[in-house]
């Protein structure tokens, strides 16, 4: 029965992976070893799974940050631009 749930578990994941891996564009579907990750990374969801969302946490938390400080950037640039309009230098 365990081995059961985990084909079932193992299964699913295939089948998520394989949707995402089918519309991502950027991975050639002729690659040998793309196929070979989508065959055996399910088997091993285990371990694959949780250090699959593990990284897609910190790449959103990277990319959460660089637009937090983008949008600093803009907002100091603005200020600045209101501080220049307020205080014209005569020359």
Excluded: H
């Amino acid at each position: 029965m365990l081995i059961f749930a985990y084909l079932i578990i193992a299964l699913v994941v295939f089948c998520i992976w394989f949707k995402k891996f089918w519309g991502d564009a950027t991975t050639p579907k002729d690659d040998r070893i793309s196929w070979i990750a989508l065959a055996i990374g399910p088997l091993f969801w285990p371990i694959v799974l949780p250090l699959s969302i593990l990284e897609l946490t910190r790449k959103k938390s990277r990319v959460q940050i660089a637009q937090e400080d983008r949008e600093s950037e803009e907002i100091l640039e603005e200020d600045e631009r209101a501080i220049a309009d307020r205080n014209p230098t005569t020359t």
